[in-house]
C-alpha cells in the first residue's frame, strides 16, 4: 500500500530560516538575471500536510530582487518532470505574477512521490521593463510512504517508510540481524548534491516490536558509518510506534561521496541507509516535544533496570535554541506499561532538573513507557520507550558456543562431545533455556538430522536463537541431554 504527503521543510531537529534553495524538500527558488535585473522564481507545493489534503496547488511566482517588487503581468510557460518523463505542459497568465495550479490542471501527477523538475519559461511586462523568454528549472520533493509487512522472530510486522527526498526503491527487514534497510535513488554527481538540502527518510515500527527496541541506533548508508546527530529517535510523534529518522545535510552527503570513492571508483546509483541496534545505553538519551519547543534529556541509576532494585530517574528540561536549562519548569512523569499507568508524579524542576524514585515489581517487566507531560504548563510531552528485563532471562547462549556449532554441523567434532559440552554448559548455569520437562528415554542416543542441519544453519546466522533452542529442548525431552534438578 502507497500513500503521499508533502514536506516543505524537514521535521525533524532542522531549522530552515527563510526560503530554501535545493531539492529535498516542497519547495525551490532559482535565479536569473536579464536587463541587470536578478529575477527569483519560485515553486513551492502547497499546503504542508499535502497527503491530506483535498486540494493540492502548485504556487509559481516571480520577484524581482533588484528593484524590489513582484514581476506582474506574466506569461508562465509550465513543463513538469518525473524521471525524464513529461507530465504536464502549458502556458498560463498571471496578471498579479502569482500562479496557482491546481489538481483540475495537474490530475493525478503528484499521486507518487519523488523528485519532480519543473522547467519554466518566464516572459512579462511591467513598469520596469521587458522580459523576454527568461527560463528558470526547479526541482521540488513529494514525500512517498509505503508500508512493508516483514518476517520477524515471533510474528508478522509492519513497518512504515517514508521518503521525504525521492521515491523508496526497497525495503528490508533482517530478523536474525535485527537490521532494517531503506533504499533510495541517488545521484553523487557533484551538481546534485550542490542541490541538495537535506536527504531525510524515517522507519517507524511498533513499540511493542521488541526485538527492535533499542536505546539507540547506528545508521550506515552503503556500508559507510553515518555521524550520530544523521540518526534520531521519535517517541513522541505516535503514541504507540516508534520513528527513527535519517538525516543526511549536504556536507554528511559530500562526506559520504569522498568515503565512498575510496572504496570504489565507480559510485553507486542509490542511497541504501540501514538501521542497526545499539545496545549499550549511552546517557542522556534526548528527545524533543512535537512542537520542538522542549528537549528532555533522560538517564536512570542502575543503568541496568531489574525488577526488586530502586531506581532513580534522572532528567533536564532543555531548551532546543541553545541547550540551556528550562528553569522553574512544572512537569508531570508518568510510567506506563501495557497502555496502564504504573506511576505517576507531578512537581518542579527549579533549577531545570529534576529526579523520581521507583522500584519495579516482579510482575513489571517488558516494554515501559516514560511520559513527560505538561512541561512548563503548555499542555506539550514527550516520551521514551525502553524494555524492562527478567532478574533471570529466559535464554541466554554464549556467542562462542556458535564456533562449537558449526564445527559440529561439519562433523569437525563427535557428537558425544558436542552434547556433552550443551549438558555442562546448561547444568552450570552458563548457557541458560527455558525449562523443559524430560518426557521419554533414549538408548539410542539418536539425534535427528534436523538437529544438526539447524546447528549449521544457526552458526551461519540463517535462523534465530529461539529456533536453535528448541532444538536443544528436544534433545532434553528426549533424554538425549540430561539436565541435572539444580
Keep these: 500500500m502507497k500513500t503521499v504527503s508533502l514536506i516543505i521543510l524537514s521535521l525533524v531537529s532542522i531549522a530552515l530560516v527563510g526560503t530554501a534553495y535545493g531539492h529535498g524538500i516542497g519547495t525551490e527558488s532559482s535565479t536569473s538575471i536579464s536587463d541587470e535585473r536578478e529575477i527569483k522564481l519560485t515553486v513551492e507545493l502547497l499546503p504542508f500536510d499535502f497527503y491530506k489534503s483535498d486540494q493540492k496547488l502548485v504556487k509559481i511566482y516571480a520577484y524581482d530582487q533588484t528593484n524590489r517588487e513582484a514581476v506582474t503581468n506574466t506569461n508562465f510557460t509550465v513543463e513538469i518532470f518525473d524521471d525524464g518523463d513529461i507530465l504536464l505542459s502549458d502556458a498560463f497568465y498571471a496578471e498579479d505574477g502569482i500562479l496557482i495550479i491546481g489538481e483540475d490542471t495537474t490530475g493525478p501527477i503528484f499521486d507518487d512521490g519523488g523528485i519532480f523538475t519543473f522547467k519554466i519559461t518566464l516572459n512579462a511586462e511591467d513598469e520596469f521593463g521587458t522580459i523576454n523568454d527568461m527560463e528558470f528549472e526547479a526541482q521540488v520533493s513529494v514525500t512517498e510512504v509505503t508500508y512493508h509487512t516483514q518476517k520477524t522472530q515471533n510474528a508478522p510486522t509492519e ?99 569522498t568515503q565512498l570513492k575510496k572504496i570504489n571508483s565507480e559510485l553507486p546509483e542509490d542511497l541504501e541507509l540501514s538501521l542497526t541496534r545499539g545496545e549499550e545505553l549511552q546517557f542522556p538519551l534526548k528527545t524533543l516535544t512535537l512542537s520542538e519547543e522542549f528537549r528532555v534529556d533522560l538517564s536512570w541509576d542502575p543503568k541496568e533496570i531489574t525488577p526488586n532494585t530502586p531506581v532513580k530517574f534522572i532528567y533536564t528540561f532543555r531548551n532546543p535554541a541553545d541547550e540551556g536549562p528550562i528553569r522553574d519548569s512544572d512537569y508531570t512523569f508518568t510510567l506506563l506499561q501495557n497502555g496502564q499507568e504504573i506511576f505517576s508524579r507531578s512537581s518542579n524542576a527549579k533549577i531545570g532538573a529534576d529526579y523520581s524514585e521507583y522500584t519495579f515489581s516482579e510482575e513489571q517487566t517488558g516494554l515501559t513507557v516514560a511520559r513527560f507531560s505538561n512541561i512548563s504548563g503548555s499542555g506539550q510531552e514527550t516520551e521514551f520507550a525502553f524494555v524492562i528485563g527478567d532478574k533471570k532471562p529466559l535464554s541466554s547462549i554464549p556467542a562462542w558456543i556458535k564456533n562449537n556449532a558449526g564445527w559440529w554441523a561439519t562433523d569437525q567434532i563427535a557428537d558425544s562431545a558436542f ?45 534465530d536463537d529461539d529456533t536453535f533452542i528448541q532444538g536443544i529442548q528436544f534433545l532434553i525431552k528426549a533424554g538425549i541431554i540430561v539436565v541435572s534438578d539444580n
Design 159 to 257: 513497518f512504515r517508510v517514508k521518503s521525504y527526498y525521492d521515491n523508496i526503491a526497497g525495503f528490508e527487514y533482517i530478523t536474525n540481524q535485527a537490521i532494517a534497510t531503506v533504499t533510495i535513488p541517488f545521484d553523487f554527481a557533484e551538481k546534485n548534491i550542490s542541490h541538495t538540502n537535506v536527504v531525510h527518510a524515517e522507519i517507524m515500527f511498533p513499540k511493542n516490536f521488541i526485538e527492535f527496541l533499542a536505546p539507540h541506533y547506528f545508521g550506515t548508508a552503503n556500508g559507510i558509518d553515518l555521524f550520530k546527530a544523521s540518526v534520531f529517535v521519535d517517541d513522541y510523534s505516535e503514541e504507540d510506534n516508534r520513528i527513527v529518522h535519517f538525516i543526511l545535510l549536504k556536507d554528511h552527503l559530500w562526506y559520504l561521496k
Design 419 to 463: 552434547l556433552q559440552g550443551i549438558q555442562f554448559l546448561i547444568n552450570n548455569g552458563i548457557m541458560i533455556i527455558p525449562e523443559t520437562e524430560t518426557t521419554e528415554s533414549s538408548d539410542s542416543k539418536e539425534i535427528p538430522a534436523w538437529i544438526k542441519n539447524n546447528a549449521g544453519w544457526w552458526a551461519d546466522g540463517q535462523i
